[in-house]
């Protein structure tokens, strides 16, 4: 068993599941890019717009975008991505179980945190809709940090609004993201297996802990 004061969870495909327009993405992307200037071929390429949703702020050197312009490219990027995640608040659903284990980690008294790639609208509001904000302690979002994961820092930071520190956590999620985070801060990951293809890639990545149902928590957690 895992002795912890505190579990910090991932969001999306953790606790709670919905079907986000990633083509959507990809072409507000493009839109914002082209309009910066930046050349068709290079915003044409494959990946460029991926490299982009994920790497953030820093994806944007390299693009031959003047520096006067990259903070409110930035600010465009982020806002597209925003809009098109607030859309699936449609199709969210809680992960099986979620409700149930925070719950129980709320009755025993766990602090519990989140550390999302989303952002701040639609993980709050994911969160309402289903109930399950009643049972967070601390969430930081990807526009509220300035080192999103897998950057240690973005998890250290919920560890310090939960008032603890990261050797009293462990950090649940489920994908390869979440796991070089848990790496990289050097605090006990548990993968949750959620989804067969990311689940494959973690374990060849060689987790310690993974779990098929949130359920298994309960056993795998004691109170420190």
């Known amino acids: 068993m895992l002795s912890v004061h505190g579990l910090v969870f991932d969001l999306d495909g953790t606790l709670v ?15 914002v890019l082209l309009d910066a ?3 068709s071929e290079i915003v044409e390429a494959q990946g460029r717009a991926w490299k982009v949703m994920r790497g953030g702020p820093d994806s944007l050197s390299g693009l031959n975008i003047q520096k ?4 409110d490219v930035a600010e465009q ?4 991505l925003n809009s098109v995640e607030v859309l699936s608040l449609e199709t969210v659903e809680a992960i099986p179980n979620a409700k149930e284990v925070l719950d129980h980690l709320q009755k025993e008294g766990y602090s519990v945190g989140i550390a999302t790639r989303a952002c701040k609208e639609y993980s709050e509001k994911a969160l309402e809709k289903l109930g399950l904000n009643q049972y967070i302690d601390a969430m930081l979002a990807r526009d509220e940090v300035i080192f999103p994961k897998p950057d240690p820092r973005h998890l250290f ?3 310090e609004l939960l008032s603890l520190q990261p050797e009293d956590i462990i950090f649940i999620g489920d994908t390869s993201t ?6 990289a801060a050097d605090v006990p990951f548990v993968a949750y ?3 067969p293809r990311w689940a494959e890639r973690m374990k ?21």
Do not use: C, F, P
Not at 204 to 217: K, N, P, Q, R, V
């Open 178 to 183: 979440d796991l070089n985070t848990a790496k």
């Open 193 to 195: 297996l959620g989804n």
């Open 157 to 159: 930071e919920v560890v």
């Open 68 to 71: 006067s312009q990259l903070n």
């Open 204 to 224: 060849e990545a060689g987790i310690e802990y993974g779990i098929s149902d949130l359920i298994e928590l309960k056993k795998l957690v004691m109170k420190k």
């Open 37 to 39: 200037g930046v050349d």
């Open 17 to 31: 599941s919905s079907q986000h327009d990633y083509s959507e993405m990809t072409r507000r992307i493009k839109h």
């Open 77 to 80: 990027v982020t806002a597209a």
